[in-house]
T-cell receptor, first 115, second 120 residues
Framework: AQKITQTQPGMFVQEKEAVTLDCTYD???????LFWYKQPSSGEMIFLIY??????QNATEGRYSLNFQKARKSANLVISASQLGDSAMYFC????????????FGTGTSLTVIP | GAGVSQSPSNKVTEKGKDVELRCDPI?????LYWYRQRLGQGLEFLIY????????KSGLPSDRFSAERTGESVSTLTIQRTQQEDSAVYLC??????????????????FGAGTRLSVL
């Protein structure tokens, strides 16, 4: 089974609107970390936000928030007030286990912000 | 340096030649990862180093691929007898590693800008 599943290959959003990018994960380990990265056309992977499995509250970083639903094993990224510069590929990733160092990445979602 | 540094940024080579890609991790990061990303695809794990432990080579696609890391510093990914299917962006990332284990350890991976390899 896939460790990380991103079911939206491409998404469009109007500038200034909010958008949700879906991510589900699969693990039986009670300790794990979830990450979102942005990859603009320049190619560099930019860390956006982190959610730990023990965190009680949803993570937020500026316009980014993570809708963490542990029972459903989902970790959706919400981008509020979309900007043209948000157009990029977005990858969800998981680090499995308390001492885990291997990361699993999803296949990515391409987001296009429409002016 | 402040971030993960990779060199060269672009490499064009002829089929059959060997190439070396370099990664300079963030100072103090004990874990280092190599990934391959083909055009329009996700990240494919290649290899990871944790301190002085034996590396996890489970992602290397063939014996033409190898990587070395001296201690907790620079790593080199070598591809021998390159093939056209090796054309991709090779990304390196580093993270604080096991030294920060525990439920509060984020262990975030920080990526370099990548090396774009083109095999003609």
């Amino acid at each position: 089974a896939q460790k990380i599943t991103q079911t939206q290959p491409g998404m469009f959003v109007q500038e200034k609107e909010a958008v949700t990018l879906d991510c589900t994960y699969d693990t039986s380990d009670p300790s794990y970390g979830l990450f979102w990265y942005k990859q603009p056309s320049s190619g560099e992977m930019i860390f956006l936000i982190y959610q730990g499995s023990y965190d009680q509250q949803n993570a937020t970083e500026g316009r980014y928030s993570l809708n963490f639903q542990k029972a459903r094993k989902s970790a959706n990224l919400v981008i509020s007030a979309s900007q043209l510069g948000d157009s990029a590929m977005y990858f969800c990733a998981m680090r499995e286990g308390e001492l885990g160092n291997q990361f699993y990445f999803g296949t990515g979602t391409s987001l296009t912000v429409i002016p | 340096g402040a971030g993960v540094s990779q060199s060269p940024s672009n490499k064009v080579t002829e089929k059959g030649k060997d190439v070396e890609l370099r990664c300079d991790p963030i100072s103090g990061h004990t874990a280092l990862y190599w990934y391959r990303q083909r055009l329009g695809q996700g990240l494919e794990f290649l290899i990871y180093f944790q301190g002085n432990s034996a590396p996890d080579k489970s992602g290397l696609p063939s014996d033409r691929f190898s990587a070395e890391r001296t201690g907790e510093s620079v790593s080199t990914l070598t591809i021998q007898r390159t093939q056209q299917e090796d054309s991709a962006v090779y990304l390196c990332a580093s993270s604080p590693g096991r030294g920060l284990a525990g439920p509060l350890a984020k262990n975030i991976q920080y990526f370099g800008a990548g090396t774009r390899l083109s095999v003609l």
